[in-house]
């Protein structure tokens, strides 16, 4: 009886297949390392083609570039960013290329931000979603702040990997303090298959069931990464994810 009875009750709940890759219903893929020699990604413009032509036949049809902006670490600025944006989009249409991309940036919230952001324009996803990131051990210093003074100059703030911050897993109830704030959650495809370990494959698994999740990236740092978006991209919990409110597709693009 004890034998039938679990039987039945593993049939009741099947682990859902992924998706074949010719379902991914995501076109916009916006977080990545592919601008070369700026930051920890691609290190030459060939291999961002070679990313660039996977992500065409896995049908992307927008991409957004994501340098790191961090000071003292990668001073990129954005002037030099857009230029590259550019040599890229040349590049890639030189190859025969018909995706779209755009430059923006993930940078480093602190509060260098802010004085960068009183300067001048910042570089956003797409309309006033502006991608940042955080220290992955410590909680940053002035956190609120930081982002509200970024949010009063219209900026609306996605966190970029929120699955990935240890300063978050010691305190969950961080996650929804951080939702309150109007802050949106962008999950990394890898964290979906266990690439960064199981607390983060945990934590982004939870975001997902929560409905907690705006935007998908993949948060590629060269091609040497897409063995595992491939496997993501067909993964049960991507299924699971697509299927709630992600707004990738939705980003204005100009
Ligand atoms: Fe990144």
């Not at 070369?36 to 032509?53: A, M, N, Q």
């Amino acid at each position: 009886m004890m034998r039938w009875f679990r039987f039945g009750k593993k049939r009741k709940d099947p682990a859902l297949p992924g998706l074949s890759l010719e379902e991914n219903p995501i076109r916009t893929e916006l977080h990545n390392h592919l601008v070369p020699g700026v930051d920890d990604g691609v290190g030459t413009l060939d291999e961002t083609l070679t990313v660039l032509r996977q992500y065409e036949a896995w049908g992307y049809e927008r991409v957004v570039i994501t340098p790191h902006v961090m000071s003292g670490y990668y001073p990129n600025t954005e002037a030099d960013l857009l230029e590259k944006a550019d040599e890229i989009r040349r590049a890639a249409e030189a190859d025969g290329l018909s995706i779209q991309v755009r430059v923006a940036a993930e940078y480093f919230l602190d509060e260098t931000l802010v004085e960068r952001a009183k300067k001048g324009p910042l570089l956003t996803l797409g309309g006033a979603f502006l991608l940042v990131e955080t220290d992955f051990m410590q909680r940053p210093m002035d956190f609120e702040r930081n982002i509200f003074e970024l949010q009063v100059r219209g900026y609306q703030i996605v966190l970029a990997h929120p699955e990935r911050y240890a300063y978050l897993h010691r305190d969950p109830s961080q996650y929804d303090d951080l939702r309150t704030r109007g802050i949106r959650f962008q999950v990394n495809l890898f964290s979906m298959v266990g690439h960064y370990g199981d607390a983060v494959y945990h934590f982004a698994r939870r975001l997902i069931k929560k409905g907690d999740v705006d935007f998908i990236g993949s948060d590629l740092h060269g091609p040497r990464h897409l063995p595992v978006m491939e496997k993501a991209l067909t993964s049960p919990l991507y299924r699971e994810a697509v299927g709630k409110n992600i707004q990738n597709n939705r980003l204005s693009w100009d």
